[in-house]
């Protein structure tokens, strides 16, 4: 299988690089230049544009940013869809909205070309490991196809469903993060108020049974939310906006865990 990937940033750089040392023929776009050089000493070929690497690829894997920058790459002038070829699969590891990946999968189809959502979660470290968890929503056979791909860079990949599952699900998964990061700051802060140190307070808690991924974050960045704020709120308040735009067309009630994710986005300055 050819593969292309597009997003060569924090996560999806080492990504790339486990897919080429996994012997794949790899193919590389970016905006900038630069971004490339990291990979001057692979056997990986630069595109000249995203249709150049979709007509080389079999499987194009993006990892960009948002929901604007996947629709932008796939369908816009130059995009991946002109240049791949019947039979090809667009895998959306970006963090985006269903309805975007049911949207491009309806143009993908015209064009004999299937997509799948595959966003996933570990960051940088856990992509250089090998042991990224990819969330995949669309055609079990596609996903099954493209499933060896993945294993360069993830354990586990878990098939959840119909396409947009898995957006839905790491939605979720990152609405409940944003609202552990709200509790977990908010109880080493009380500590402090009461007399015991926000790191003392936080070695325990990581020994106990209410540690959590979100407790351990804010414990590597000085105990407050002020780092974490400046590195991921962004991200984090448009998941939740998302997800929460969800639960309205849905008439779901997301009750507390949205209270809290809200309340820890007021804490970080990026109110939904």
Known sequence: MRVGFIGLGSQGAPMARRIIEGGYSTTLWARRAATLEAFADTEA?????????????????????GDADVEQVVQGENGVLAGM??????AIHSTVHPDTCRRLAEHCARQGVSLIDAP???????????TLLVMAGGDEEV???????FDTYADPVVHLGGLGSGQVTKLLNNLLFTANLGTAATALALGEQLGVSRERLAEVVSRGSSNSFALNSIRGSGGTLDRLAAMAGTLLQKDVRLVADLAQQAAATPGAVLDAADAALALMDHPR
């Open 85 to 90: 070829q019947r039979g090809g699969v667009i």
């Open 45 to 65: 070929r630069v595109a000249d544009s995203p249709a150049d690497l979709g007509h080389a690829s079999d499987l194009v894997c993006l990892c960009v940013v």
């Open 120 to 130: 996933v979660s570990g960051g940088g470290p856990a992509a250089e490991a090998g």
């Open 143 to 149: 996903v099954q196809r493209c499933r060896p791909v």
